[in-house]
């Protein structure tokens, strides 16, 4: 009975604590902003002229590339563009989405 207690708590120290770690870590913190996908751009073109069409508003966007996987291998729609939470509805606006 006793080693069964043991076991109990040391694995739940082993798997619990990771786990509350990780959730502690992935709250938003104070002064960080909330993005938002705003869309995928077909092709490095169309990224730069939202990109461009988006800081010349007032908004900063941020570019994820998610589809090159290789050198010199690019898949349609490889780059999503995400903008501040607060800027959405504007930056939809800006770009006719």
């Not at 908004?59 to 994820?64: E, F, G, S």
């Amino acid at each position: 009975m006793g080693d069964l207690l043991v076991f109990t708590v040391l694995a739940s120290v082993i798997v619990g604590g990771p786990l509350i770690w990780l959730i502690l870590r992935s709250r938003p913190q104070p002064g960080t902003k909330q993005m938002v996908l705003l869309g995928a751009a077909a092709g490095e073109a169309e990224m730069s002229v939202w990109v461009s069409a988006l800081r010349s508003a007032g908004i900063h966007p941020r570019v994820v590339n998610v589809g090159d996987f290789y050198p010199r291998v690019t898949t349609p729609y490889a780059y999503e563009v995400w903008v501040p939470a607060r800027d959405e509805d504007r930056a939809r606006e800006v770009l006719g989405l």
